[in-house]
């Protein structure tokens, strides 16, 4: 993106610190005034600091990071939620330590919130941060030392620990070898300034920094005393009041204090947008798609789906059923299916493993049943807290002998809440397991998107009680779809023994080879049967070109980001992503022979050719690159990263450029 | 049973066409060959097949509707109870019959629920469902068939082999001392039907099931079961002297025949609803305790804890899920709606 540039052009200004100058990105700068972005400036507000200099961007990105449990994560929501109100495009990404207390001021330990803003759609976490608030200057080296600030950006940081003798020195050293380094350095007494609001001054200062991140981006005051009001509305009047003062104090200190602003023009949205993360977006999925029951077992990173789905599934007389483990999570949501109410259950990598056996028996008795795993490290336990896009051969080729079953693949916020009702809808109609994989990415951002519009058609019919004609089958294989009527417990005439083991029509069990090789076929054929219904996905960018890039679920806005950029500076380069992934799509063979070359991204695991005892009689592909050499005999190239954070578009145009020279 | 209640159908809308086929299929008398398919390929003698014959009656004796009943059960020889039953079935996992059957009771509180396992299917690889079964206490019938061996496998150790026993996996004699299901199920949380029977007394079998069906809650039945494929003596001298076999007998438990008391003499009066005694006679194994342990109607089922009884209609739901959306809507500028 143009905003990369916006720090390469610096220049020192008299205070000694380091300002940001004309650049592409800047569309404009000015002396300070009424900026179009604010509506309207709060009554109370106090006068702008002359000297300020405002700098008009497209976007930024900024960061709030704390030890865990100061806040920082309610602050970072909460300025995504109060951007996203004044119309700018946002996506918010939690930063998260692996440990739920890690200890105080440790480089590890950094929590709290990247929001990534701009005047137009924002669909990924983009690359580095321009400007961080940081509550202790360790927990702002780890993000320092993960490169996931630009070089030379600006922070804020609070400036107690000079007080402090234990730490003064650890934080005068970090401080200075930062602005050596050239990042843009103002220190801020937060507690010191909180303290006059609040005894507590450690629980307030979250609030003081969404002040301060409102100043300094020129938004609307009003919009956030109301944020704040949302945010803390459970806990009554009181609570608003002292949180309002802090975020004012935060605000009033922006404007006397700092000399520099932002302002992002927003574009004038005329469309109700709803702003959630991807679980909850799966949470709404399910209540939008009928489903009754939710059976799970905790686990990260899927859980906040399961709890908000609990807080809010009995309204509408739903259940989650919290099991005693994934099997039994798995096992139950089966049983309920089949009693006649299609079943979701959630969980993520390990989970998923354990439930395989239990899918497969899903596959075996044509069981409807949608699973959804939020991918997050792996093998074994893995990173629990990271993305990582490393499951989908376990949930193509999963489960014992041939289970065919249907793969799909959110690849935004907004999928999540649709593929649901629209897993729902295919394991009723096909009687199939329908594997939903998300990953930590999708679930731990948050973005806007269209409110939905609610429809009939997005709920589950009513369970089938009427007499089984006469003479039909529990199997009754179509022979050129494999599609059976499924009988349903309460239907008089319907009587048989669904079984795991090998069966013939009449649900019997069977040993014999024809009645084998027929009944595999016919659970085959539903997957093509499926298949014969799917559009042909849609290529971003032109048809044919020099190189085409293939991804697949949460990678989507950072690979079209970086495709966008490429082609406006004339690379023929478009990109494709597959939302199914099993079966796939008809008509990609055809688009992969309109481009010279061809290269998936993930984030699985692919060997380098450039390691030594690599080449191409032993390299592993990433997992799509596997399956559409497979499929379409075609050379299919991959790049692929498991560091656990989300791809960002600076990578996918170094690949890009990469691939093209 | 004289009419088919449609009080407890699921809550959809648009369901009186179905109801009414049901009503047209109203029966007032069912015959055992209506819970009949099949015939079973249990080895002759296996205990098993009285099993089977016992349930089949109880079916019959209660007019149970073959369509609303459903037997769930898991992997091994007993297993394969349910394709003997003419009613709608499910033979699953090894292990994991129970949290299926919970799942079918959950989303269809009109059906019946029986479930069968193995010993090895209940109390090894599934026992984690076992622990919770008890405690989620939902109401179904639940049997374990204890032959104290892996039958369908071929003769390995199971949890309640007793310590010595010969099996292919414990040749010079099994290692450990077989658990007592009876005093862990008595320990768990929300227990609230134990009872334990031998296939081989017919008529106590068929009382003790009878109690069990009629139980409202999770109704956990261990049957001691002959195996005489790979144990053929293991439980002999329990058949051939009545002595060791202790029936329990209580106003408020099973009453016995004089048929019965005149050959087992071993006769204990215990109170069902005495937990403290009902563990104790647990934990005798010679005799066999036989009857019901403990029983208390009061536990409260998870599935009425659980489920709500509005008809989910699509206004209930859309209002749900718009009130919902209007938590985390961002209206633009001038278009808030009123209600919001
Ligand atoms: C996951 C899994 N592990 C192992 C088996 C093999 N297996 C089938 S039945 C069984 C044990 C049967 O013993 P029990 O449960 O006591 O039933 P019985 O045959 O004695 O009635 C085993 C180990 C299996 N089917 N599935
Ligand atoms: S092996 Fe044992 S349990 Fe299995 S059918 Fe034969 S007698 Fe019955
Ligand atoms: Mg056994």
Redesign the pocket.
């Known amino acids: 993106m143009a905003i990369e540039e916006l720090t390469k052009v610096k220049s020192k200004n008299k205070n000694g610190r380091v300002e940001q100058a004309s650049s592409p990105a800047v569309e404009q700068t000015r002396g300070a005034g009424v900026s179009p972005a604010v509506a309207q400036t709060s009554p109370s507000a106090p006068p702008l600091k002359p000297k300020a200099k405002v700098t008009r961007l497209k976007e930024h990105i900024v960061e709030i990071i704390s030890d865990s449990g100061e806040g920082a994560q309610k602050c970072g929501q909460s300025f995504g939620a109060i951007v996203a109100r004044m119309g700018l495009g946002v996506w918010t990404v939690e930063i998260i330590p692996a440990e739920i207390r890690p200890p105080a001021r440790s480089v590890a330990g950094a929590s709290g919130n990247r929001i990534r803003f701009g005047s137009t759609g924002v669909t990924n976490g983009g690359n580095e941060t321009d400007l961080v608030v940081a509550f202790n200057e360790q927990v702002l080296l780890g993000r320092v030392r993960a490169n996931e600030l630009k070089p030379g950006c600006t922070i804020l940081i609070e400036s107690m620990w000079r007080e402090d003798r234990r730490v003064a020195e650890s934080y005068s050293t970090a401080i200075d070898e930062l602005k050596a380094a050239g990042y843009k350095v103002y220190e801020i007494p937060m507690e010191v300034e909180c303290h006059k609001h609040m005894p507590d001054a450690k629980k307030g200062k979250n609030m003081f920094a969404l002040g301060l991140l409102i100043g300094l981006y020129s938004l609307d005051l009003k919009v956030g005393r109301e944020q704040v009001a949302l945010t803390f509305g459970k806990k009554g009047a009181k609570v608003i009041e002292s949180n309002v003062a802090l975020l004012e104090a935060g605000y009033a200190y922006a404007q006397e204090n700092l000399d520099f602003r932002y302002e992002i023009p927003a574009a004038k949205s005329t469309e109700a947008q709803i702003v959630v993360n991807g679980n909850t977006a799966l949470a709404l999925g399910v209540l939008a798609s009928g489903m009754e029951i939710c059976a799970m077992y905790p686990i990260t990173p899927a859980t906040s789906a399961s709890h908000y789905l609990s807080d809010v599934f009995e309204v509408v007389g739903g259940v989650v059923h919290q099991a005693e483990d994934e099997i039994a999570a798995c096992t139950f949501a089966i049983g309920a299916s089949y009693a006649g109410k299609c079943t979701v259950t959630i969980t993520s990598g390990p989970g998923f493993s354990l439930k395989q ?1 239990a899918i497969g028996l899903a596959v075996m008795g044509e069981i409807p049943l949608v699973v959804v795993n939020v991918q997050r490290g792996g093998p074994s336990t893995g990173q629990p807290t990271k993305t990582e896009q490393a499951d989908l051969m376990s949930a193509i080729y999963g489960s014992h002998g041939d289970a065919p079953k249907v793969v799909l693949a959110p690849a935004t916020i907004e999928d999540c809440f649709y593929s649901v009702i629209m897993a729902r809808k295919i394991a009723e109609t096909f009687n199939m397991v329908v594997v939903i994989l998300s990953d930590a990415n999708l679930a731990n951002s948050q973005a806007p998107f269209t409110r939905p519009v609610f429809d009939e058609a997005w709920l589950a019919p009513p369970i089938d009680q009427s007499a089984v004609p006469t003479g039909a089958k529990p199997y009754d294989w179509d022979s050129k779809t494999g599609l059976a009527r499924r009988f349903i417990p309460g239907q008089p005439g319907g009587q048989h023994t669904l079984t795991g083991l090998a069966h013939d029509e009449d649900s019997h069990v069977a040993y014999d080879a024809e009645i084998n090789q027929r009944a595999i076929r016919a659970r085959s054929l539903k997957l093509a049967a499926l298949q014969k219904t799917l559009k042909p996905p849609t290529v971003f960018g032109d048809q044919t070109g020099d190189l085409l890039v293939i991804g697949w679920g949460s990678t989507k806005g950072a690979i079209e980001e970086a495709v966008t950029e490429l082609r406006e500076q004339g690379k023929k380069v478009s990109s494709m992503h597959l939302t199914f992934l099993q079966p796939m799509a008809p008509g990609i063979k055809e688009i992969l022979a309109g481009f010279r070359k061809v290269i998936a991204i993930e984030n699985n695991w692919s060997d380098l050719p450039s390691d030594e005892i690599i080449d191409e009689s032993n390299r592993r592909y990433t997992m799509l690159a596997t399956l559409l050499r497979s499929r379409y005999l075609v050379d299919v190239d991959c790049f692929s990263e498991c560091r656990g954070t989300p791809l960002k578009p600076a990578t996918v145009r170094r690949v890009i450029m990469e691939a093209l020279s | 049973m004289n009419t088919i209640t449609n009080n407890s159908m699921p809550t959809a809308p648009g369901l009186a066409s179905a109801n009414n086929a049901l009503l047209e299929l109203y029966k007032e008398q069912y015959e055992l060959e209506d819970y009949q398919k099949g015939v079973p390929r249990w080895c002759s003698g296996c205990g ?1 097949n009285a099993i089977l014959t016992a349930v089949q009656r109880l079916c019959r004796d209660e007019a149970l509707a073959p369509e609303k009943t459903v037997f769930v059960s ?6 394969r109870f349910p394709h003997y039953m003419n009613t709608y079935g499910v033979h699953s ?3 994991r019959a129970l949290p299926i059957a919970e799942g079918i009771r959950l989303a269809r509180p009109d059906l019946k629920v029986f479930v069968n ?6 109390f ?2 599934g026992a984690a469902h076992w622990v919770h079964a008890v405690r989620y206490n939902m109401n179904m019938l639940a049997m374990v ?3 104290n ?5 071929k003769k ?1 150790a ?1 949890p309640t082999s007793p310590k010595g026993l010969k099996t292919n996996t414990t040749p010079r004699g099994a290692y450990l001392d077989a658990l007592n299901p009876l005093t862990v199920t008595l320990g768990i949380a929300n227990v609230s039907f134990v009872a334990q029977v031998v296939d081989w007394i017919p008529k106590l079998l068929y009382q003790t099931l009878s109690e069990a069906y009629h139980h409202p809650g999770f109704s956990f039945v261990r049957i001691i ?1 002959r ?1 005489p494929e790979w144990l053929p003596t293991h439980l002999d001298e329990y058949l051939r002297d009545p002595e060791r076999v202790l029936l329990l007998t209580h106003d408020n438990g099973l009453t016995l025949d004089t048929d019965l008391t005149k050959r087992y003499t071993k006769i204990e009066e215990h109170d069902p609803s005495d937990i403290h005694r009902a563990r104790e006679v647990a934990s005798g194994s010679d005799p066999i305790p036989v009857g019901i342990l403990y029983r208390n109607e009061n536990v409260p089922r998870y599935e009425e804890t659980r489920s709500d009884t509005r008809l989910r209609t699509s206004a209930l739901i859309r209002k749900g899920l718009e009130a919902e959306f209007d938590k985390f809507t961002i209206w633009p500028k001038g278009h808030q709606p009123q209600h919001a």
Do not use: F, K, P, V
Not at chain 2, 74 to 79: A, D, H, K, L, V
Not at chain 2, 117 to 122: A, I, K, L
Not at chain 2, 149 to 153: E, H, K, P
């Open positions: 056996e | 098993d898991g992997i091994g020889c007993s297993s996992l090894h292990g396992m193995g010993d090895g299917d209940c090894s690889i068939h204890d032959n061996i892996y039958g369908l496998t390995q199971s079961q195996c």
